[in-house]
């Protein structure tokens, strides 16, 4: 008995090993992505799937590292694995310059099609008319900040370039405003079972890209649409945080981060009690601050980041 006991014990602390590593091997694939260490992130990104293969997220980025790191095979194999796990998002793949590489390869209409036939099946009720309108306007969302990106984190980027890609930004906004004030104000927030995921998406994302005033509108709906099931709790967490920090508050949950006016350097905006934020973030589905800055290659040290705490309030004339 205490041999199968022992064996108990120790199957139980190999599991929850292979469980931190998994994060931990992601973690360090989204660092070295972020780094635009594409061939390192692909071999981190084979040690975790080495231990699973569940996470449809984790599997799309991966499938984008690996085409940028030119390694295609490995591309459309982690991309089928991400559809095949829950990826439903194909106005976002059409356009995801990431994965610009591989549209001239015979697998990447195969890989498109694999998707629309389980779209087809998924949306067979969804309002068809306001799907399509709302993939639209996830399309001129999208692509114009794929474009700002790739311009603002050139070695060299081009002041001119921004300011240009920036206007045209904003005149988009501003239309694709009109056109999801005009549905949340008629039919109120859509949820997945009328408009799919992505066209419920794309409400969230038009709304986080607008003005206070129209996020301070909205976001009471966007509240009780959580409560019935017709709003990501994650995606609510992203606009609250907004929401409080272009008020002078804290935010709640880290999403958001700044440039520090001294150092120069990117760093997570104020929130409230830094100690607890991870136990947050579970709450709404949304993964730990480590994982979360790696994607985004900001250091993380929550010991550090309270002692500088008070002095990123002043440097953001957050309120007490």
């Known amino acids: 008995m205490k041999k199968l006991i022992a064996f108990f014990f120790i199957t139980m602390n190999i599991g929850v090993m292979q469980a931190q590593t998994y994060k931990e091997w992601v973690r360090k694939a989204d660092s070295c992505y972020a780094a635009k260490n594409y061939e390192l992130s692909v071999s981190y990104y084979d040690k975790a799937f080495k231990i699973e293969q569940k996470s449809w997220s984790d599997l799309y980025n991966a499938g984008c590292s690996a085409s940028m790191a030119k390694?295609?095979?490995?591309?459309?194999?982690?991309?089928?694995?991400?559809?095949?796990?829950?990826?439903?998002?194909?106005?976002?793949?059409?356009?995801?310059?990431?994965?610009?590489?591989?549209?001239?390869?015979?697998?990447?209409?195969?890989?498109?099609?694999?998707?629309?036939?389980?779209?087809?099946?998924?949306?067979?009720?969804?309002d068809k008319v306001l799907e399509k309108k709302l993939a639209e306007i996830y399309t001129e969302d999208q692509e114009i900040r794929g474009e700002f990106m790739s311009v603002y984190r050139a070695s060299k980027p081009d002041k001119k370039k921004i300011d240009s890609i920036g206007k045209i930004m904003q005149r988009k906004d501003s239309i694709n405003l009109i056109k999801v004030m005009k549905i949340l104000d008629e039919k109120g927030w859509l949820g997945k079972n009328?408009?799919?995921?992505?066209?419920?998406?794309?409400?969230?994302?038009?709304?986080?890209?607008?003005?206070?005033?129209?996020?301070?509108?909205?976001?009471?709906?966007?509240?009780?649409?959580?409560?019935?099931?017709?709003?990501?709790?994650?995606?609510?967490?992203?606009?609250?945080?907004?929401?409080?920090?272009?008020?002078?508050?804290?935010?709640?949950?880290?999403?958001?981060?700044?440039?520090?006016?001294?150092?120069?350097?990117?760093?997570?905006?104020?929130?409230?009690?830094?100690?607890?934020?991870?136990?947050?973030?579970?709450?709404?589905?949304?993964?730990?601050?480590?994982?979360?800055?790696?994607?985004?290659?900001?250091?993380?040290?929550?010991?550090?980041?309270?002692?500088?705490?008070?002095?990123?309030?002043?440097?953001?004339?957050?309120?007490?």
């Open 194 to 320: 009328v408009v799919g995921t992505q066209g419920n998406q794309t409400l969230f994302l038009v709304i986080q890209h607008s003005d206070l005033k129209y996020q301070q509108k909205y976001l009471p709906m966007m509240r009780e649409a959580v409560k019935n099931g017709n709003a990501n709790p994650g995606n609510l967490a992203y606009l609250e945080d907004r929401v409080a920090l272009r008020e002078g508050k804290k935010q709640i949950y880290g999403s958001q981060s700044s440039k520090n006016k001294k150092t120069g350097k990117i760093c997570i905006a104020p929130m409230i009690d830094p100690d607890n934020v991870d136990k947050r973030r579970a709450e709404v589905g949304l993964g730990t601050m480590a994982e979360y800055v790696a994607k985004m290659n900001i250091e993380w040290n929550l010991e550090q980041y309270k002692k500088e705490l008070a002095e990123i309030e002043k440097l953001e004339n957050t309120k007490p």
């Open 71 to 126: 390694e295609n095979k490995k591309a459309f194999k982690w991309l089928n694995l991400s559809i095949d796990n829950g990826y439903e998002n194909i106005a976002h793949i059409k356009i995801d310059n990431d994965l610009k590489p591989l549209h001239s390869q015979k697998e990447w209409n195969k890989t498109i099609d694999k998707l629309q036939k389980k779209l087809d099946v998924i949306g067979a009720n969804y």
